[in-house]
């Protein structure tokens, strides 16, 4: 990280320095929060979790060099320097606020229901072909992520692709006050967690909470095709741009053509200039991601040649849409999470096979009061989809048995994974493709893991 220095940080968090004055002009090295990620130099920030308090590790951090640490409670009888604060949590986000303040760098903040990480992916590679980018990693888009995200920063990187997820109100504005995004992205407005926003109306107004703290001209960039983004016309003097399907976006996308599996062509066109380009991941949704990602290479001074090469150069990350191939089946590992808009999307991939099609379906949490109508609605489609093996897998996953149900399409209900797991090879057949898909809380990593290890 860039360099920050122990009465910057005591400064920055508004705590009080204990310890060594002679050590307040000493830079730290990095910024960590697990003990067991702490090297020579870092600042420890302990955080006191619903299972174990971090300030139980201040010791052993210590020994293992940490410069300094963060602390809640004043330390007895200790030789090394420590913060005290009154939460190491807001903490951290002040200091992340302080420390994004002094980059030179422009971010790009993407929220969104549904795609958020594979849009991240994607305007990290297109961005890649001109700049050194920093992208979130793995699930780190939250207000004890995205500070963390922020740390990771150094001279080197000229672009950070941040990705922001909340649940509740109020969230966005407290991510967006560290990130402080030069270019806003929306992917669309679904349904997700719900028990704390109600609607989509309430989805949108948390999910807009990130332009509080754009900078100064901060470009908004929105996907015209959703009824509610659409809606967004201005903010603060500047009007969004859009991406789509029709031509009357800043980015639209016509010619397009399913490559089954192996992903999407399409033409993208961006005002005066269109580009043919092939999409090498599955799905009708990468269509958008690939939009936004060309709208903000164009905005950072990508040329139609370099946003078309970071387009075909996208790779899948592991649970997201991602392809294993294995002696007996083709995998869509897209186990990550799931709501009932990112599920039928991944269905619609599926349907897309020339194989036997089978989805592994589990439950979809956050959902509220309408949790098993929406779960129906799921299976549904995935009979609408003629998948020929519908295979649900937890409590709440029984009404998505019941909407699969209602056709000729084969459906199998499994109160647990373990009770699938037992006989797993009793329903799949060598040449299958499976989809793969439930909330993270379901921990379906580990039918995927199952599946590549069977021999049909």
Known sequence: MKAMTLREIA?????????????????????????????????????KGARVDGHSFIPQVMEKGALCTLSEVALEDVSHPYIMVDSSEQALKDLAEHYRKALDIKVIGITGSVGKTSTKEMIASVLSQKYNVLKTAGNFNNEIGLPLTIFNIRDEHEVAVLEMG??????????????????????????????????????????????DFAQPNATIILNGDDDKLITVKDWDG??????????GMNAFAKDIH???LKGTSCTICLGDNSFEVTIPIPGHHMVYNALAGALVGLELGLNAEEIKAGIEALVPVSGRNNLIETNSLMIIDDCYNANPVSTKASLDVLATADTRKVAILGDMFELGENEKELHYGVGKHAAEKKIDLVICIGELSENTAKGASYSNTEVRYFETKAEFLSQADKFLKKGDTVLVKASHGMEFPEIVEKLKELSL
């Open 11 to 47: 400064t920055a968090c508004s705590g009080h320095y204990y310890g060594d004055i002679t050590k307040l002009d000493m830079e730290v090295t990095g910024v960590a929060i697990d003990s067991r990620k702490v090297e020579e130099g870092f600042l420890f920030v302990p955080i």
């Open 258 to 260: 399913s490559l089954s």
């Open 166 to 211: 909340i649940s509740d109100f109020g969230e966005m504005h407290r991510l967006a006050k560290m990130a402080r995004p030069d270019i806003c992205v929306i992917t669309n407005i679904g349904l997700c967690h719900l028990e704390n926003l109600g609607d989509r109306d309430g989805i949108l107004k948390a999910k807009t909470e990130m332009f």
């Open 238 to 247: 500047y009007a969004p741009l859009y991406f789509g399907l029709s031509t």
